[in-house]
């Protein structure tokens, strides 16, 4: 326990130097955002593509883990509808605590699961990235459009948002060359595999740089409920779920651990393009970026 306690410690330590990062400008506040742009675009797909390319795919019940964390997501956000209904929200604040409910953050995922469950644990995340990422979108942009509305929500553009996501175009390459058995040259392999291992640090360093502690002052009420629903009720979901389909152990604790995690700075970006309320879901992130130190250290402490 120790020792994967410890493997823990750089993930929380390169999020809290990119925060130490922005406070004191360096390199600049204009070098993130493109940073940031470089990993989402190419470290990060380069990982993906990488792992999958070269994985064992040959994991069990791999239908019950993609099912047990799709129907815990949505099971969270059907919660969260009823609990509005009890307890209205402003419509743009209410799709603000829905991304906050069921979105999670890739770049933590990635790294914790690599650090906690090594090689395997890291393909298994990638695969579920592959399912997860399109059905929340699918799920938040739906959000959008009931509560809020927008001209730019229609088919074109969820479909749009699904297609051009690198994340999903990574996952879908890497793992239709494993299917088909194509053998990367070893100059590519060894290109993407250089490339990925510049992908988590950088995208751990600029979740550090995204936190804005000193703009928490949105709504107590839809902050707690939001964070309560991403780090106790997806959990509680997720794990009834997985206990069901009969997952084993490993499966199970990366499911656990996806649902725990903070939800994804991405979040801010739909908001702000789709009329939510930017403040609030700036504060959700925060506050659950932070506080989603104390879930991982339970989690490790009854799943590990």
Known sequence: ?????????????????????????????????????????????????FKLSNASLEAQNSFGFILSALLAIFFTMIVLM?????????PAAFTSVVQGGIRFNTYVFLALAGAIFGN???VLSAILLT??????NILCITIFALYVGNDKLNFIYLLKSIITNPLIIACVVGGSINFLGIQLPIILNNTLEVLSKAALPMGLL?????????????????????????HLLLPFFI???????????????????????????SSFILARQLCGDI????????????????????????FV
Request: overall charge positive.
């Open 1 to 49: 326990m120790s020792l994967i306690f410890s493997a823990l410690i750089p993930v929380f330590a390169l999020i809290l130097i990119g925060y130490f990062f922005k406070r004191i400008k360096f390199p600049s506040h204009e070098f993130w955002p493109q940073a940031d742009k470089l990993t989402y675009y190419v470290l990060m797909p380069a990982l993906l593509i």
């Open 82 to 90: 009823i609990v509005n209904k009890i307890k209205p929200s402003n």
């Open 120 to 122: 395997d644990g890291l």
């Open 131 to 136: 399912f997860a990422i399109p059905f929340i």
């Open 206 to 230: 600029s979740v550090g740089f995204g936190l804005v502690i000193k703009e928490i002052k949105s709504s107590k009420s839809e902050l707690i409920i939001s964070s309560i629903a991403k």
């Open 239 to 265: 794990f009834i779920l997985g206990k069901y389909f009969g997952l084993d152990d490993m499966m199970l604790s990366i499911l656990v651990l996806f649902a725990v995690l903070p939800t994804a700075p």
């Open 279 to 302: 403040g609030l879901m700036s504060s959700i992130i925060t506050v659950q970026t932070l506080v989603s130190a104390l879930f991982i250290i339970l989690f490790l402490k009854f």
